[in-house]
């Protein structure tokens, strides 16, 4: 689905959420973005009928690898949402940060016991990710969601 058109998320075939607890880790860098996803996230959570939901917001997509962990570690939320936007720019700023990122959360997943949903995106333009934060190709935070909760469930 990450290339086509699509209507709104179908949620029939998703587990419950209810009993569960979910942290959002959000960066501040690109923030149009990065609160649409959030929000899309939260609003599937509580349709999935999570019992609590929490937001941390840190500066940038690179710290998200730290908030995590944090909150990860403290094995009070059954699982862990990562959101952050990086958008390529004119240096290799863009390789090293996404790199970063991917490399951080794919350790605490390999390492950690809560799950860490990876909800970064990573775009060549700005409207690229708005297409990808609730515009034409859908949210990709209510996608992180459902990713979450069946990962809870794992």
Same mark, same amino acid.
């Given at each position: ?20 607890? +979910?942290?959002? %880790? ?6 149009? *973005?990065?609160?649409?996803? &959030?929000? !899309?996230? /939260?609003? $599937? ?48 700023? +863009?390789?090293? %940060? ?6 951080? *959360?794919?350790?605490?997943? &390999?390492? !950690?016991? /809560?799950? $860490? ?38």
């Amino acid at each position: 689905m990450a290339t086509a058109e699509r209507g709104p998320l179908d949620l029939s075939a998703a587990p419950t959420a209810k009993g569960r607890r +979910f942290a959002l %880790v959000v960066s501040s860098w690109n923030s149009e *973005i990065t609160n649409a996803l &959030a929000d !899309g996230a /939260t609003r $599937v959570l509580e349709q999935l009928r999570a019992d609590r939901v929490d937001r941390f917001d840190v500066p940038g997509s690179f710290e998200l690898i730290h908030g995590c962990k944090v909150h990860a570690e403290s094995l009070e939320y059954d699982a862990i949402i990562a959101i952050g936007s990086v958008v390529r720019g004119e240096t290799p700023h +863009f390789d090293f %940060v996404c790199q970063g990122v991917t490399y951080g *959360i794919a350790r605490l997943n &390999a390492t !950690g016991k /809560t799950p $860490v949903i990876f909800c970064v995106l990573t775009d060549d333009t700005y409207q690229q990710s708005l297409d990808r934060c609730g515009g034409r190709l859908g949210n990709k935070g209510e996608e992180a969601a459902v990713a979450a909760v069946q990962m809870a469930a794992f």
